[in-house]
């Protein structure tokens, strides 16, 4: 028997955050993962805490800011808050200017910032700021050796470094004894910086330790207070950047997020390096630069696989990165001097200063979502023609910045958030890839880096001119194939996920004639956001509350109230539709989140929390019954799916369904058998299936397209009503 990541923090007394970072760091014996969701096992034990509490940042942010009136972008850098959250903090009353409309007091914000911290702001504090999470994280899938997991995971556990200080000098501890195990030294103890910086001796080594460490002294007090951590082990396994999974595991996660920055996992790195050598095995003479290399785990695969260090460049913005790669190339590749080091991985902020010359191969893991000050941002706008707007995103800069880089023909291959291709806001450095390059490899990855949901891939371009697809190899978790048609993208998103055939049935539905969307043509909604479920949810149900919905309480067709109640008053909740949605004479109920589309027909003016969100179909002439059909069918799945490969189902996405014209009497007769699977209690399939034949028909698919579907869909969840299979079969 197993429990839910919720069952087990009330079990234990924790916050779920907490419950599914001691599952991550491996702390709860039995802990697995399934589908993406923690599953616990029932007789589990609550882990020894060895935490110590961290210190609260936002009172140090307020105090270094000036006493000044603040502004709404003060306000926002204070309390790590986006200015549409501040907004909407100002309108329900949470916050209030005490200067005059939109400014507030130094006394004031301090004040407030004092209350977050107690237990009576739960409001506030239950809407969780991914940018303020402080804590450390065991980031196991950065490296495969278990007893170098095993040392961090004890690392973690004991939680005594204070410091920067105490940090690189247990970092320069353990390259040593990475150096004295590479080079076949014995040792008697694991302490063995001290004697190593002792040795009269000089060695390049030696350099290279001198520069991590800085002019910090190891005196007694301080060896008295590491030495458990310092009479620790670590195992030398070449290739493995074990320095730099300390380093990332020591540090703070917040502070990571801030900068963008995601450590590559190990395997991510062996793709990439795989995509590369079946893109040109002829990589061993060419010139390869990292511009973001972190600590070196991209340029130290390539090395150990033959790739002859002195055509390897690497350059970050994080001195210790940089002293860590030139530590780990050091110590798989003695011949490598400390002078070629020194100017081959560099320190220094790409975006505005790098190496003069070009290379034949960018590669990486860039940034992702970095947080730039104003100052930055108007500098990125000078140089760069991707930082358009109030937004400027780190990953499209990189990408251009790349570019900017390769020698004619040279390739790009980055670790890239999935959005790059689809969603709106990147849609200047698609036209910059469009426009200069072709496309040679696209890699799926799905959410791959530890405690982030956010879908990446591997993405491969030649600055080639020829500006073409076809020819690009694409992997996804289902298949593989090589593009071999051009296309088009319609709306400038890229669809590299779907093959050929696939991509010739979107072209057929979307070609249909007589056709309507609802875009604007339809009223949409998000649920209740509450603010803190916990306070107005109840699982009783009193006189004075009524039920409430969630996203998994809906099923095609079908809704099964999971029994959450909630008393409606608007103005408590941090975000609210307005009333005469949720009470709509009959609307249609959505959940956001799932990897299929799924409507339900609510007529009975329910409400529903924002994981449940609403559309209300207003096309004239098409019954709502009969849209909900069409946005049931496995059409209009394919369609989404394979549109937009997302599990988010957006309002953009919905409203670019094509929506077949038809009769009344065509619609009346579909209408009829979505009745009959509203209110059917069993051989829903079979309804279902016959219904879905009918607007197949509409669409005019050829047995061709119809196979393609059902091929497509073949493995996904169906989420029907008292389904017993849950998954969507080809038809025989």
Known sequence: MYLSVSDAAAKFNLSKRRVQLLCEQGRICGAKMVDGVWMIPKKAQKPVDGRKKMKDKKQSVLLEASQKDLDLDDICKILSISKATAKNWIRLGKLAPDMDEQRFSYEYIKNFVSELKSLDNVKLKSRRNKKSITGKSLYKNYIHTEENRRLVSELLELDVIR???????????????????????????????????????????????????????????????????????????????????????????????????????????????????????????????????????????????????????GQDIDPINVYLTRINIALVAPEVSISDLRTRIMIGNTYFETFQQKFDVILGNPPWGSDFSEEEKQKCRCLFETATG?????????????????????????????????????????????????????TYLGNVFTGVQCPSMILGLAKDGQRTIMGCKVSTRDNNFTILKPRVFPDGILSFHISDQENQCLDAINKIEHVAYLKDNAKFALGIVTGNNQEYLSTEKREDNEIILKGSDIQKYGITPSGNYIHFDPKSFQQVAPTEIYRAKEKLLYRFVSEVPVFAYDDKQTLSLNSCNIVI??????????????????????????????IKLLRSHIEQVPIPVVSKELQNAIVKKVDRIINATDHMRELYDDLDNDIMKLYGLSIEDRHTIEIALCNKPLFLKGDKTKHITPHK
């Open 163 to 313: 410091n920067k200080k105490e940090l690189l000098v247990i970092l320069a501890n353990f390259a040593v004894q990475l150096y004295y195990q590479s080079r076949g030294i014995s040792y008697s103890d694991n302490f063995v910086l001290q004697r190593f910086l002792l040795q009269p001796q000089p060695d390049d080594f030696k350099f290279l330790i001198q520069d991590l460490i800085g002019n910090n002294t190891i005196d007694f007090a301080l060896i008295e207070r590491l030495h458990v951590i310092l009479n620790q082990p670590i195992l030398f396994v070449r290739g493995e950047d074990s320095l730099g999974f300390v380093y990332i595991c020591l540090q703070d996660v917040g502070n990571r997020k801030k900068s963008g920055i995601y450590y590559t996992p190990e395997k991510v790195v062996h793709k990439l390096m795989k995509r590369l050598y079946e893109n040109d095995s002829n990589l061993k003479d060419k010139t390869i630069c990292d511009p973001c290399c972190g600590t070196g785990n991209f340029l130290l695969s390539l090395g150990v696989n033959g790739i002859d260090f002195s055509h390897l460049y």
């Open 390 to 442: 109030t937004k400027v995103e780190s990953s499209d800069l990189f990408v251009e910045k790349a570019l900017s880089m390769l020698e004619p023909n040279g390739v790009l291959a980055f670790v890239l958030p999935e959005a790059i291709l689809n969603v709106a806001a990147h849609n200047r450095v698609r036209r910059l890839m469009l426009d200069t390059c072709s496309f040679k490899f696209v």
């Open 617 to 646: 179909p207003e096309i004239a002439g098409l019954a709502m019954k009969y849209i909900l059909a069409i946005l049931n069918s496995s059409v209009a799945t394919f369609f989404l799916l394979k549109r937009f490969n997302s």
